[in-house]
Nanobody, 125 residues
Framework: QGQVAESGGGLVQPGGSLTLSCSASGFDLDHRAVAWFRQAPGKEREAVACVMTAAYETHYTDSVKGRFTLSRDEHQKMVFLQMNDLKPEDTAVYYC??????????????????WGQGTQVTVSS
């Protein structure tokens, strides 16, 4: 069974930028829909962005539109979440998710079977 792993989290000041990376072992991400979720303390998990196998089919939740960009690197078989103009409310653990039959319903990924361990993003001055 494959595994998903995230990296790139950290502490950043408001208005700053971070890029999260998602990679997989045991399967190729470029053959799957992939999404980023996040969960802040005391809050439910939230769908942030989703991309179908065709890289141009990306979807974002309203709160990150214009600030976050989800992209694929088919050569590296990775998915990235570029986050700009970060706000304190973006503070959360960010998770990469996918599945062999997963698909995007807007920013929400359905039929998730593989989750990463998460990476912490903290936006604070």
């Amino acid at each position: 069974q494959g595994q998903v792993a995230e990296s790139g989290g950290g502490l950043v000041q408001p208005g700053g930028s971070l890029t999260l990376s998602c990679s997989a072992s045991g399967f190729d991400l470029d053959h799957r829909a992939v999404a980023w979720f996040r969960q802040a303390p005391g809050k439910e998990r939230e769908a942030v962005a989703c991309v179908m196998t065709a890289a141009y089919e990306t979807h974002y939740t309203d709160s990150v539109k214009g600030r976050f960009t989800l992209s694929r690197d088919e050569h590296q078989k990775m998915v990235f979440l570029q986050m700009n103009d970060l706000k304190p409310e973006d503070t959360a653990v960010y998770y990469c998710a996918t599945g062999p039959r997963a698909y995007c319903a807007g920013s929400l990924l359905r039929r998730v079977s593989d989750w990463g361990q998460g990476t912490q993003v903290t936006v604070s001055s």
